[in-house]
């Protein structure tokens, strides 16, 4: 296990309130994502849907959930809990627990790809005149995730330059459609890159548990990580940019959170290695 990085000082107090302020707030994004995708739901699958298409539309929730217990779990191992606790029944359950995540966060991504994919699907309406075609049913793309109901006031948008994407009631213009995909891209892009993340901490968990984890081990995933949270910090500044403030929040968040958690690991090995010069038998 390792110790608090300041040690048990006010400023290590502080350090440890603001790690597990900063994981409630994670927990509270799963609720903001899961209203802001009910919310777009009423616009495209209305009817029964398929497991597939279930995780197309709560992807970003899934995936958050998933992410937030799976931080929890790095937190026991790196921080929480003893090493030598975690062994048999304690560890199994660590793992499984992990794994289920770990399943979690690989079938959002495949939801994020398949929205992606969706929003690749257009047909041009060129049976659209102006908005005489104007029914209570058809949804305007605002952005990816977003619609409106198509009314009078809103559907000079498309014009007569209307796409219909995929099979749903939804129409975009061509620049909010482009401006869509790009979003799109962000979260796949995004979401395989987390992936790799659990990825190398799972091996220096795992590696650290055998004790294993050298400075040659770490020295060689630290470039790795740079590349990966370089991605992740761009995605972020993207959103931002792009106006998608929760995606942007919660992105910030995540970021911020994992600097909890690489401390801890570096500081677990350090502890470890301490130990290990002054045990005359290692």
Known sequence: MSTVVFGPSLRGRIFTAVKYLTYLLLLGNVFLFLQEETSSL??????????????????????????????????????????????????????????????????????????????????????WSGCTQLTNDWSLLLTLDEYEPLSAQNCSVVADAALRISDFNIVADAETLHASRLLAWTDVINSAAWILVVVVLEIEVRLQLRGSLTDAVVDGTRYLKYCVYTTLFIAAVYWGIAGKFLDFYDASMWLFAFIFIELNVFDWQRETQESQASDPKV
């Open 42 to 127: 009423e616009h495209t699958f209305t009817g029964a849907m398929s497991l597939s298409q279930f995780v197309q539309v709560f992807a970003a929730t899934l995936d958050t959930a998933a992410w937030v217990v799976l931080l929890l779990l790095f937190e026991l191992e790196t921080s929480v809990l003893d090493d030598e606790k975690i062994r048999g029944s304690v560890k199994f359950a660590l793992h499984g627990i992990r794994l289920l995540c770990g399943a979690a966060i690989v079938w959002a991504f495949t939801g994020y790809c398949a929205e992606l994919i969706t929003l690749y699907k257009v047909t041009p309406m060129d049976a």
